[in-house]
């Protein structure tokens, strides 16, 4: 896990409330805790690590005072502090080697959730007090040299100190990176009156509609299935389907004779009803036999490789067919929007290659004048 230095853009921005604690919110916190003491560091903020929640680390050894801790919190806040303050240097995991002398209240009131979803209410004072304020700002985005500003400003007099002042703490004149840009919307629209209608383009789509009428007439129909495994051979296979024709031939119910000879499960329940027929589901035998049937006509014997089927025609629904000129504008419609979009991405494409191959630069710095 890589800690963020500034000018990262992160650094600036708020960590959101968690609303409940999840696994991975536990396991960032393990990884933040690693990652803070190997730094090492007293603490460590989400945002430090490119994560925008409310979630904050602490392991600190204060040997003066004979107080050491470490712990999780989740969602902390700070309810109240104390008039009394005092001053200490500090320093930042994102701010390597910066350090400065910061005011804060000595002792606050902290409000936070641990790792049990538990809310926990404690007064703290001293150390901890000042490392989990120095946190808690992270999650606002805020940094302890935002408190440096107004301090520094009074102690310098030259232009050798303010060179000096500026060497040492270029940090404090990050600026966040800034690009001009321009841009264009792209819309197929823009693109409509270009799209050209080739000579006999309408003819050909009306041939080709034509040609699929087939494709939009609605078959459903039913079949009774033998299956040849459950047979000695293929011939008693045989034997048992052309009984069933015989029995349809002499005008028995094909769904009642489905129900009881059918060997297929699914179907034979419901008098061997295979909704509506699809090229792309049934076999090509299936297809090859439905077109030469007309309503409630009966098929003769298929045969594939492991089973036998009659099929019989329930509903025939033939799709109504449109004169060219009712097709018209939907024909010259799917063009126009077919070739307008074509022609965007086309632009889209030149104008990425020009974005990509194109510089940008951009400074971060800025040198403070002398007021």
């Known amino acids: ?31 933040m805790m690693e990652a803070m003491i ?16 409310q979630i904050v680390t602490i392991n600190f050894d204060d040997k003066e005072n004979n ?7 989740f969602n902390p ?55 989990l304020q120095h946190e808690i700002d992270h999650l606002s985005g805020k940094l302890f040299v935002d408190y440096l500003s107004s301090l520094k400003r009074n102690i310098i007099n030259t232009d050798e100190e ?16 800034k690009r001009a840009f321009k841009y264009l919307t792209l819309s197929p629209k823009n693109y409509e009156e270009r799209v050209v209608v080739p000579e006999g383009y309408l003819e050909s789509a009306y041939s ?8 939009r007439t ?78 409630n006509d009966i098929s003769s014997i298929i045969e594939l490789d492991d089973t036998l089927h009659i099929l019989k025609i329930t509903e025939f629904n033939e799709a109504e067919t449109l004169s060219m000129e009712d097709m018209k504008k939907d024909i010259i419609g799917d063009l126009i929007d077919t070739e307008s979009l074509a022609l965007m991405n086309d632009d889209a494409g030149i104008l990425d290659e020009m974005i990509s191959s194109s510089t940008v630069s951009y400074t971060h710095l800025t040198l403070p004048t002398k007021a």
């Open 1 to 31: 896990m890589e800690i963020l230095l500034v000018p990262h853009p992160v650094l600036r921005q708020k960590a959101s409330k968690l609303k409940s604690l999840s696994k991975e919110d536990i396991n960032i916190a393990n990884h």
């Open 77 to 131: 806040s700070i309810t109240q502090y104390s008039d009394e303050t005092v001053v200490m240097e500090e320093g930042c995991l994102s701010l390597p080697e910066q350090y400065a002398d910061v005011e804060r209240p000595k002792e606050i009131m902290l409000e936070y959730m641990d790792e049990n979803e538990k809310i926990i209410k404690k007064q703290i004072d001293g150390y901890e007090a000042r490392i």
């Open 208 to 215: 080709e509609y034509l040609s699929k009428a087939d494709e």
């Open 162 to 177: 303010l060179e000096e002042f500026y060497n040492s703490n270029q940090v404090l004149f990050y600026s966040e990176e």
């Open 218 to 295: 609605q078959i459903r129909f039913s079949h009774i299935m033998i299956d040849k495994a459950k047979y000695d051979s293929s011939s008693e296979a045989f034997d048992a389907i052309q009984e069933v024709e015989l029995k349809l031939l002499s005008g028995e119910d094909f769904s009642e004779l489905a129900s009881i000879y059918s060997d297929d499960i699914v179907s034979k329940d419901t008098g061997g009803d295979l909704e509506y027929f699809a090229s792309d589901i049934f076999p090509a035998e299936f297809a090859d036999a439905i077109i030469n049937l007309n309503l």
């Open 38 to 53: 190997k730094a090492p560091g007293v603490g460590l903020a989400a945002n430090q690590v490119g994560i925008l929640k």
């Open 67 to 73: 107080k050491k801790a470490n712990y999780i919190l």
